[in-house]
């Protein structure tokens, strides 16, 4: 299991921004990472790794490798995240939509003792502008005429 990192975001301080590993430190998290032991590499610093001179080109690609793959999986979690989220607030927005309270019965409607009308909310068959239209139309056809 992969280390969450730590949280970020308004309201979160955090202090100081750690230091970028030393040499001597990033090879401590290579070795970690070649032993697989990808929790203690990320707290050993490998989230916050970059080149360093006093390294070979091969130690410093590996960890900057390891580091970007970090990185790009957190940033999915994140995204992935945000997703469940959207989706869970559309899910209940429908179920709210759905389950509108059913319209008040009119008393002389027809309906036998003790029955309610369907539970089907009002809506208007076409949009107000479209309404409007229609009827300017009408009252234009059914003018009078000369």
Known sequence: MVADRPETGPGFNAGPAPAAPDAAQSLRILALLRADDIDAAIGAGLAGFVALPGLDDTTN??????????????????????????????????????????????????????????????????????????????????????
């Open 61 to 146: 690609d590996l960890l900057v490798a390891a580091r970007d793959r970090l990185l790009a999986a957190w940033a999915a979690r994140d995204r992935y995240r945000a997703r469940a989220k959207r989706l869970e607030r559309i899910a209940e927005e429908r179920r709210r939509a759905r389950s509108l309270p059913p319209a008040p019965a009119a008393a002389d409607d027809g309906l036998a003792a003790g029955t309610t009308a369907p539970a089907i909310p009002h809506r208007p068959s076409l949009p107000p502008a479209a309404a409007a239209a229609l009827a300017r139309a009408r009252a234009r056809t059914s003018g009078p005429r000369s």
